[in-house]
């Protein structure tokens, strides 16, 4: 079976642009989660979505923001992007908010 | 809120030895319990878990993690390490029960170095 695609894979950005990262989870899993991972650290929670709503929120910047669409892929959506941003970005699926989250390989961003 | 605390940044071992990931949690509810594995530059891959029930869970590639609430841990073992477990392993909790979401807490990482 498929697991967690994530696009793209790398991408790099200037200063204040805009970045749009996707996430396509497991068929048939309703609950998307992602994550930042900063160089030589640990992956920190951004936000999730069930069924298409905000289900939790964690230390995500206001410059950021994200859905889940009927199809249940979701985006992550970057505005203002700054040198700190620069991070492999973690895509996670569930089926159900408390089934086990499997991850995709990531998108890493980097701001120039 | 929760945290988890890997006590060792970095594990050198040389092959065919044993190895032990250490484990420390914080929580005010009750959590389930997960070990995943980060090869380099790769995303993360579930090793094991801990819902309920037996305290001793075996996960792929031979490792097993034991849940001691006691002492709030979650240490992770493999008897005898290949030189493919170099990896960077992560110990991460979720609430039990938070039916809105269950965000992954994450510690900080322990990089194994399996040495021939």
């Known amino acids: 079976a498929a697991g967690v695609i994530q696009s793209p894979r790398h991408l790099i950005k200037e200063k204040r642009e805009t970045a749009t990262l996707k996430c396509y989870p497991i068929?048939?899993?309703?609950?998307v989660y992602w994550y930042q991972q900063g160089p030589g650290q640990d992956p920190q929670f951004l936000i999730s979505?069930?069924?298409?709503?905000?289900?939790d929120k964690g230390s995500i910047p206001d410059r950021f923001s994200a859905q889940q669409f009927s199809d249940y892929h979701s985006e992550l959506n970057m505005s203002s992007l700054e040198l700190g941003d620069s991070a492999l970005y973690f895509c996670a699926s569930s089926l159900g908010p408390l089934d086990t989250q499997y991850f995709g390989p990531g998108t890493r961003l980097t701001v120039l | 809120a929760q945290s988890v605390t890997q006590l060792d940044s970095q594990v050198p071992v040389f092959e065919e030895a044993p190895v032990e990931l250490r484990c420390n949690y914080s929580?005010?509810?009750?959590?389930?319990l997960f070990w995943y594995v980060q090869y380099p530059n790769q995303g993360l891959q579930l090793l094991l878990k801990y819902l309920s029930g037996s305290t001793l869970v075996k996960g792929i590639n031979g490792f097993e993690a034991e849940f001691n609430k006691s002492q709030t841990s979650f240490h992770l073992r493999k008897p005898s390490v290949h030189i493919s477990d170099t990896a960077e392993y992560f110990c991460?909790?979720?609430?039990?029960?938070?039916?809105?979401?269950?965000?992954?807490?994450f510690g900080g990482g322990t990089r194994v170095l399996v040495k021939p």
């Open positions: 929580s005010s509810v009750s959590v389930y």
């Open positions: 991460a909790v979720s609430d039990q029960g938070k039916a809105a979401g269950n965000k992954l807490t």
């Open positions: 979505f069930y069924e298409k709503m905000q289900s």
């Open positions: 068929s048939r899993h309703d609950t």
